[in-house]
């Protein structure tokens, strides 16, 4: 037996315990005639005594060779401890070591495995099984565990039954890049990892199993950033004979259920808006509700006053920064020049503000009277002590822009608090979407998303206003999740790629299961895929996925830990039958 407790358990009750630990040593302290040693295990850290009065000197000179990070078991009594630690759970006792094994010598790990290390980010990622050592990331693991046992537990007791998909399948545009793998037994043929199990859960719906769902990767080759990785995770939802309203009920109770049994947080308002909505009230389809600067257009306002930069643009639109007012100018300034950077590019900002003794001062006041400036200040809610920022240009780029100010400005004032969880649903997408590259439109989320019945007509003569029966459950300004009714008719479905520009024999060759599929009695079925990483880095109080994965990989795709991507060699070309073009 290694160990009768972990290093987290022994408390005062304890004491004239024999007991047996093993784990990694923490740190030591040699005063020569008496020495202490922290022993660490994933529960906890118990501090260790050897005592040249009470400790054989062999065993004190074997414990004065131990070094961090070297794996050891130790047989001794719990005892008081005199100098009690009262940051500890442990920190009422200590062990007099009578027994010291080395199961496993260390070297001097890269950088200290402390909660507050001396290791960058590079250095960690190269050794993140030491990192994983360290306290901050351990816990964001057990967390994210915690989390998938709780998603299993309320989709279980649901009636959602666990059903895998395969990794290995077949490559289908669903709007990124595939990972393709090559067969050996199949020469100058190919498998795709999945972006998703989008097709394969209609097929379950197909095949009767009702309410299906699984925790799986997902593989997209695309940019990556803090909130992307190349592999990530889902929780995959589908259910047949379902409505929109149905999915909307039954995942909002999933998601007040992660948050309470979780974070021990209530929440009851799960708000609604149209996409149509979203973009004009906060400039993009996933707002962060938790506080207000909600956009206020002002074109109407603006124009004909003599100042042409308003005047040429498509939009004029602003937002009132609550008790902004006092901003200096070199404050106001530095937002100005944050809104320019080529991340923005914005051209500028005006800025007005609302005095508490109720007076107004802009940057245009050349053009614009304290009446003129007091209606903008109506149209974005603006009160005394509050600052008016305003920027003008195309529709959806100058949104973009202001979107990308408000959250900026929500994040310094401490408004994106943590610990409050504001839930919206955004509804009503555009079923398509229009791509000036290729000059003809795209599905906005993919082929098998539903238009509203309403809408269908529109296809032919006005697409780009159809509705999509569609779906994003967004927390604290991240899109935790999203879905769709599908399209579960071959004639629909037909007409649906007819629209996306594939003909007949593309999606044949395509998507000629699924529509073989249909023919056979396909029930109405919807569904929902959450991102899990995210939703884990969002009840963790983050938005950074990166810690919350047990591997990760950089900002460039690579693993490099384990080196990887890496070449393969000659041999293993030749048995898949690949040549490559030129060496990198």
């Not at 047990?550 to 040549?579: C, T, W």
């Amino acid at each position: 037996m290694y160990r009768s407790h972990s290093c987290g358990e022994l408390r005062i009750e304890d004491i004239n315990q024999e007991v047996t630990l093993s784990g990694w040593v923490q740190k030591l302290r040699d005063k020569g005639f008496m020495m202490w040693v922290d022993l660490r295990d994933r529960y906890g850290v118990t501090q260790l005594i050897f005592d040249e009065e009470r400790t054989p000197k062999e065993m004190m000179e074997k414990a004065s060779k131990l070094g961090r990070e070297f794996v050891i078991q130790v047989k001794g009594t719990v005892i008081e401890r005199v100098s009690k630690n009262p940051n500890m759970p442990t920190g009422d006792v200590e062990i007099l070591v009578s027994e010291l094994t080395i199961l496993n010598a260390a070297e001097l790990p890269p950088f200290t495995i402390e909660d507050e290390t001396d290791g960058g980010e590079d250095l960690r990622m190269k050794y993140r099984y030491l990192d994983i050592r360290r306290n901050p990331v351990k816990n964001k693991l057990i967390f994210r565990s915690k989390v998938a046992m709780e998603v299993r537990k309320f989709l279980s007791e649901k009636g959602f039954i666990e059903v895998e998909t395969p990794v290995l399948i077949k490559s289908t545009p669903e709007g990124a890049r595939d990972f393709v793998v090559p067969s050996r037994m199949n020469e100058g043929q190919f498998y795709a990892l999945p972006q998703s199990p989008q097709t394969f859960k209609q097929l379950l719906m197909v095949g009767g199993m009702d309410k299906y769902f699984q925790i799986v990767k997902c593989f997209r080759d695309e940019d990556l950033r803090a909130d992307r990785q190349p592999e990530f995770t889902q929780i995959d939802c589908e259910m047949a004979f379902v409505e929109q309203e149905d999915i909307l009920n039954i995942f909002e109770d999933f998601t007040r259920h992660l948050i309470k049994e979780v974070k021990g947080v209530d929440v009851t308002e799960f708000p609604r808006m149209t996409y149509a909505e979203a973009m004009q009230k906060y400039g993009n389809d996933k707002p962060d509700i938790r506080f207000g600067m909600e956009f206020g257009e002002l074109k109407d306002l603006a124009k004909n006053k003599g100042f042409n930069v308003f005047d040429q643009q498509e939009l004029v639109v602003g937002i009132s920064v609550p008790g902004a007012a006092g901003f200096t100018r070199k404050e106001i300034d530095k937002l100005i020049d944050w809104v320019k950077r080529p991340q923005i590019g914005a051209n500028g900002l005006v800025w007005v503000k609302y005095n508490e003794d109720g007076s107004l001062k802009s940057s245009v006041d050349k053009f614009y009277s304290e009446a003129d400036l007091k209606e903008w200040a109506e149209r974005t809610g603006a009160k005394a002590g509050d600052l008016i920022l305003v920027m003008a240009g195309e529709t959806d780029k100058t949104r973009t822009q202001l979107s990308a100010l408000r959250m900026h400005l929500g994040n310094e004032m401490g408004l994106r608090k943590s610990d409050e969880f504001a839930p919206l649903w955004v509804v009503d997408f555009p079923l398509l979407e229009w791509d000036e590259d290729t000059k003809r439109y795209h599905a906005m989320h993919h082929p098998f998303t539903s238009p509203k019945p309403e809408d269908i007509d529109l296809l032919d003569t006005d697409p780009g206003k159809v509705r999509a029966n569609a779906y994003d459950l967004v927390l604290n300004g991240n899109e935790i999740g999203g879905g769709s009714i599908r399209i579960h008719d071959k004639n629909t479905q037909a007409m649906m790629f007819r629209h996306l520009g594939f003909t007949p024999e593309e999606a044949k060759a395509q998507f000629g299961f699924l529509m073989d599929a249909f023919q056979y009695g396909a029930p109405p079925h919807g569904g929902i895929a959450f991102g899990f990483d995210r939703l884990v880095a969002i009840l963790g109080g983050q938005e950074t996925i990166r810690d919350y994965i047990a591997f990760p990989k950089n900002n460039s795709g690579r693993d490099v830990m384990i080196d990887a991507p890496a070449k393969i060699d000659e041999e293993q070309l030749k048995e898949l039958s690949l040549k490559l073009t030129s060496e990198s």
